[in-house]
């Protein structure tokens, strides 16, 4: 089974940073990567799908990018709302794995 | 309005059975592959069944394969989860969510599912 892991586990930053979260893949793996936001207490929301398509409705200061092993999130400017968990995804032989999950803190 | 709509948690002796149920409205559901996803309290999420838009086909994670089943009523519009042999380790929020290009595009609000005596 691919296993999916991501970095760092919490990262603090503050409003108007540029973040970035890794994850890699036990082995290289298509383009079947997504990436979502959660918050405490609520549902995650998809946030990139297909490594680096952005889903209807979220905002162009998240950026996916990546192939074979290693793939990122990139936030180009932190904004208050996105202080949150962040999992990648994903997907092959119809089996799905999440990364463990990165927790973005206020710093 | 597109909503998917959770019901059936609850507290369940070790051992025990429950059947979770998923609503599903403002959108053609019988076009989609539908998983259930879950999130052990304080833990990271982990995918735990997938059924094809027609019912044809189902998958399951190693942890529940065996215990777990999935199944849909594309009439109502609704995915069911029957989790029997109940352990603690099952403990958690159980999301209802829609598949689409190799992800989950719409989730529920989570039912939370107890296995404690």
């Known amino acids: 089974d691919i296993q999916m892991a991501q970095s760092p586990s919490t990262l603090s930053a503050s409003v108007g940073d540029r973040v970035t979260i890794t994850c890699r893949a036990s082995?290289?793996?298509?383009?079947?990567l997504a990436w979502y936001q959660q918050k405490p207490g609520k549902a995650p929301k998809l946030l990139i799908y297909?490594?680096?398509s952005l889903e209807s409705g979220v905002p162009s200061r998240f950026y996916g990018s990546g192939s074979g092993t290693e793939f990122t999130l990139t936030i180009s400017s932190l904004q208050p709302d996105d202080f949150a968990t962040y999992y990648c995804?994903?997907?092959?032989?119809?089996?799905?794995?999440f990364g463990q999950g990165t927790k973005v803190e206020i710093k | 309005e597109v909503q998917l709509v959770e019901s059936g948690g609850g507290l369940v002796q070790p051992g025990g059975s429950l059947r979770l149920s998923c609503a599903a409205s403002?959108?053609?559901?019988?076009?989609?592959?539908m998983h259930w996803v879950r999130q052990a309290p304080g833990k990271g999420l982990v995918w735990v069944s997938r059924?094809?838009?027609?019912?044809?086909?189902?998958t399951y994670a190693d942890s529940v394969r065996g215990r777990f089943t999935i199944s849909r009523d594309n009439a109502k519009n609704t995915v069911s989860l029957q989790m029997n042999s109940l352990r603690a380790e099952d403990t958690a929020v159980y999301f209802c969510?829609?598949?689409?290009?190799?992800?989950?595009?719409?989730w529920g609000q989570g039912t939370l599912v107890t296995v404690s005596s």
């Open positions: 059924i094809h838009s027609d019912g044809s086909s189902t």
């Open positions: 969510a829609r598949g689409d290009r190799g992800a989950f595009d719409l």
């Open positions: 082995q290289s793996i298509s383009s079947w």
């Open positions: 297909r490594a680096s």
């Open positions: 995804q994903h997907y092959d032989n119809y089996m799905w794995t």
């Open positions: 403002g959108f053609t559901f019988s076009y989609y592959w």
